[in-house]
C-alpha cells in the first residue's frame, strides 16, 4: 500500500519507506526523510529542460531565496562575488521526535535536486558555507524551546507550537526579511511568538529577533532556551571543536557571564583539554547576544541542560554533543507586555595572522526589526 503525504512544494515525486511495508510518496524532502528514501524524481531539472533554461554564472554578491509562505519554509543563500556561498536552511527537517517545524528556525537541507554536499556528509545543512570546493558545516538543527514559568524542565519545541503565518516581509537586492508568528499556552495563559530574520547581501550571519508576548489576561511566566550542538566543520561530529569567546579559547564545560561577554561560539581547531592536535579545518560559528534582553545563563558543556560547576576542569571532549546554549528566564510578562530577544548568528571570521575567529560587524539598530514583527 501507499500513502501520499505532501509538503505542497511540488518539487519533485519522492518514494520513502513507510512503517508496516507501506511506501510514502511526497513532493519534497527535508533532513530525516533521506535515510528511507528509495527513487527520486526531482521536478526542477526535468523543467528546466523542458524550458531551455540556460543558466550564467555571476560574480554579483546577491542574495537568493525561497520560501513557502503558508508551511514557513524554504532557504537563503548569500553568494559572494568570489564564488563562495552561505546557506541558512528554515524549517526543513523533522525534529527529533519525527515532528515537522513551521516557520523562522534553523535546521534543514536544501530540496533534492540543489544538494550538492550529497547525503555522504550533510555538511550544506542548517547554516554552512562553502568555499568554493567543499561544504562546512557550522549550525545544526536548534534546540530551542519555551517552557512555563511553574515547571522550567516541561519544555515545548517549535513543532508543537500553533503556527501562525509567515511571510517575505522586505526584498530587496541588499536585504531580506522572513517572519513567522506562533502561539504557545504556559500555565493555561496564551503567549504569542513573532519571529524575524534579517539577512543582508555580502554578510555571513543573519539577525533573529524573537517578540514574546503575554496575549492572557492575568501575569504570566516563562523559560526561554536557544542552543545547539552545532557540528563546526562537518555534520555529525563534535571531534576538533573548542568553544571560544572575545578574548579566549573555552577547552572545558564552563559558564560564562552575558553581561561581560555579548557572543561565543565554537572553533574547529582541536581542543588540547581533549587530547587533539590543531589539524581541524579552522572554521568557527558565533552566536551574539543584543539588546536589552540578555540572557541569564550562557554555558558550553558536554550535554544540553547541565554543566561542571566551577574549577572541575571538565574538557569539552564529546564526540559529537559539545554544546552552547542561552537561556532566558524565569521572566515575568504583564497581560500585554512583550520581551524581544535579539541575536546575531552565523560564522566568525578569520584573523589572517593567527588564524583564530573574529566576530564580523554585526551593528544594526534593533529598532529597525520592529517594524517586521506584528504590533503590540
Excluded at 15 to 43: M, Q
Excluded at 135 to 153: A, G, M, Q, R, T
Aim: with cysteine; aromatic share 14%.
Amino acid at each position: 500500500m501507499v500513502r501520499f503525504r505532501p509538503y505542497w512544494h511540488f518539487e519533485g515525486i519522492y518514494v520513502l519507506k513507510g512503517g508496516n511495508g507501506l511506501l510514502e510518496i511526497k513532493d519534497d524532502l527535508v533532513l530525516g526523510d533521506e535515510n528511507r528514501l528509495v527513487l527520486a524524481l526531482p521536478a526542477q531539472p526535468l523543467l528546466r529542460f523542458l524550458r531551455g533554461d540556460v543558466s550564467y554564472a555571476t560574480d554579483a554578491t546577491r542574495l537568493e531565496h525561497e520560501w513557502y509562505r503558508f508551511d514557513g519554509s524554504g532557504h537563503v543563500k548569500g553568494h559572494f562575488a568570489d564564488g563562495t556561498i552561505f546557506l541558512t536552511c528554515l524549517s526543513r527537517y523533522l525534529d527529533s521526535d519525527g515532528r515537522e517545524t513551521r516557520g523562522v528556525f534553523v535546521g534543514g537541507e536544501l530540496p533534492y535536486h540543489l544538494n550538492q554536499a550529497g547525503n555522504e556528509t550533510l555538511n550544506d545543512t542548517g547554516v554552512s558555507f562553502y568555499d568554493g570546493n567543499r561544504w562546512f558545516h557550522l549550525w545544526c538543527n536548534v534546540n530551542e524551546s519555551i517552557s512555563p514559568w511553574s515547571n522550567p524542565s516541561s519544555t515545548i519545541a517549535p513543532s508543537l507550537w500553533r503556527f501562525l503565518d509567515s511571510r517575505v516581509a522586505k526584498q530587496t537586492s541588499e536585504e531580506l526579511v522572513i517572519t513567522s508568528s506562533h502561539e504557545v499556552e504556559l500555565d493555561g495563559l496564551p503567549f504569542r511568538i513573532d519571529r524575524a530574520a534579517r539577512f543582508t547581501a555580502g554578510a555571513r550571519y543573519f539577525t533573529l529577533a524573537i517578540r514574546i508576548t503575554n496575549v492572557g489576561q492575568y501575569p504570566g511566566g516563562y523559560y526561554y532556551v536557544y542552543g545547539d550542538e552545532p557540528w563546526v566543520g562537518n555534520y555529525g561530529s563534535s571531534i576538533g571543536n573548542v568553544g571560544w569567546v572575545k578574548d579566549r579559547l573555552v577547552p572545558y564545560e564552563e559558564t560564562i557571564n552575558p553581561q561581560e561577554h555579548h557572543w561565543a561560539g565554537y572553533f574547529d581547531y582541536g581542543n588540547e583539554a581533549a587530547g587533539e592536535e590543531h589539524n581541524y579545518s579552522g572554521m568557527a560559528n558565533f552566536i551574539e547576544w543584543k539588546g536589552n534582553v540578555t540572557p541569564d545563563l550562557v554555558y558550553f558543556s558536554n550535554k544540553i541542560g547541565s554543566f561542571a560547576p566551577p574549577g572541575s576542569r571538565v574538557p569539552l571532549n564529546h564526540p559529537n554533543n559539545r554544546v552552547l546554549f542561552l537561556q532566558w528566564g524565569p521572566r515575568l510578562l504583564a497581560s500585554g507586555q512583550s520581551n524581544t530577544i535579539i541575536l546575531s548568528i552565523g560564522m566568525a571570521d578569520r584573523d589572517p595572522v593567527s588564524g583564530f575567529p573574529v566576530k564580523p560587524d554585526t551593528t544594526l539598530d534593533p529598532a529597525l526589526l520592529e517594524p517586521f514583527l506584528p504590533p503590540r
